[in-house]
């Protein structure tokens, strides 16, 4: 495990200094944005998919409405359960960072969102080491892995359904069963990934993806949960 840890990093790191940084959009170039106003988030029932050991990845565009420090890190992701959250993924009070929690660890990822534009956030588990890159760029590299708890649910904009609301906007979520190489991340932020013609190289290691225009989340091998 160590070597492929090591191996994956160095593949990565590699990929990264070849890609284009400054990736940033606006809201209205995606077909699939999930507005919240900090008081309709998404939630899903717990299911074992979505327990990430190693080897995975989640990739989704960002951007916060919000201008005054609402006093508390609004949530984006949360997978979690009664002893604290397997993966919670937040950003910021001030806007100026990710904040990803595991059990009772927070991890800080500092970027300033305050430029009003989506910005692409990808998070690799490689196992025994987490990575985080946003808009293509190495953000943070954290010795941890996500939990093995038990999960009480599976939510979008809130933490639990109801605590640390988010404000703004989320696009293109999807999560992986594999560590996406950066290129490929950066090739499909916004294009289809299940096109007849290019699909996605590692489309039969998606575990799911987001139908916000449903306000659902769809598992790659069974109908929405």
């Given at each position: 495990?160590?070597?492929?840890?090591?191996?994956?990093?160095?593949?990565?790191?590699?990929?990264?200094?070849?890609?284009?940084?400054?990736?940033?959009?606006?809201?209205?170039?995606?077909?699939?944005?999930?507005?919240?106003?900090?008081?309709?988030?998404?939630?899903?029932?717990?299911?074992?998919?979505?327990?990430?050991?190693?080897?995975?990845?989640?990739?989704?565009?960002?951007?916060?409405?919000?201008?005054?420090?609402?006093?508390?890190?609004?949530?984006i992701?949360?997978?979690?359960?009664?002893?604290?959250?397997?993966?919670?993924?937040?950003?910021?009070?001030?806007?100026?960072?990710l904040?990803?929690?595991?059990?009772?660890?927070?991890?800080?990822?500092?970027?300033?969102?305050?430029?009003?534009?989506?910005?692409?956030?990808?998070?690799?588990?490689?196992?025994?080491?987490?990575?985080?890159?946003?808009?293509?760029?190495?953000?943070?590299?954290?010795?941890?892995?996500?939990?093995?708890?038990?999960?009480?649910?599976?939510?979008?904009?809130?933490?639990?359904?109801?605590?640390?609301?988010?404000?703004?906007?989320?696009?293109?979520?999807?999560?992986?069963?594999?560590?996406?190489?950066?290129?490929?991340?950066?090739?499909?932020?916004?294009?289809?990934?299940?096109?007849?013609?290019?699909?996605h190289?590692?489309?039969?290691?998606?575990?799911?993806?987001?139908?916000?225009?449903?306000?659902?989340?769809?598992?790659?091998?069974?109908?929405?949960?």
């Open positions: 495990m160590l070597v492929w840890t090591i191996y994956c990093r160095a593949l990565i790191v590699a990929a990264l200094s070849l890609c284009t940084l400054g990736l940033t959009a606006t809201a209205g170039e995606f077909p699939d944005v999930l507005e919240l106003d900090g008081q309709n988030g998404l939630s899903f029932p717990p299911h074992d998919a979505l327990n990430l050991i190693d080897g995975n990845t989640i990739e989704f565009w960002l951007m916060p409405d919000w201008t005054e420090n609402p006093g508390y890190d609004p949530v992701l949360s997978n979690a359960g009664p002893n604290g959250p397997l993966y919670l993924i937040a950003m910021l009070r001030n806007r100026d960072g904040s990803l929690s595991i059990e009772s660890n927070d991890y800080i990822v500092p970027f300033d969102f305050t430029d009003g534009l989506m910005h692409f956030v990808a998070i690799a588990n490689l196992g025994d080491s987490i990575m985080v890159m946003v808009d293509n760029k190495m953000s943070g590299d954290f010795n941890a892995q996500f939990s093995e708890m038990p999960s009480a649910g599976f939510w979008i904009g809130t933490a639990d359904g109801v605590q640390s609301p988010f404000k703004g906007a989320i696009a293109n979520l999807r999560i992986w069963d594999s560590v996406v190489e950066p290129e490929d991340l950066m090739t499909f932020s916004r294009r289809p990934i299940h096109s007849a013609v290019d699909p190289p590692d489309l039969d290691q998606l575990i799911g993806q987001a139908d916000f225009a449903n306000r659902t989340f769809v598992l790659h091998d069974s109908s929405p949960e």
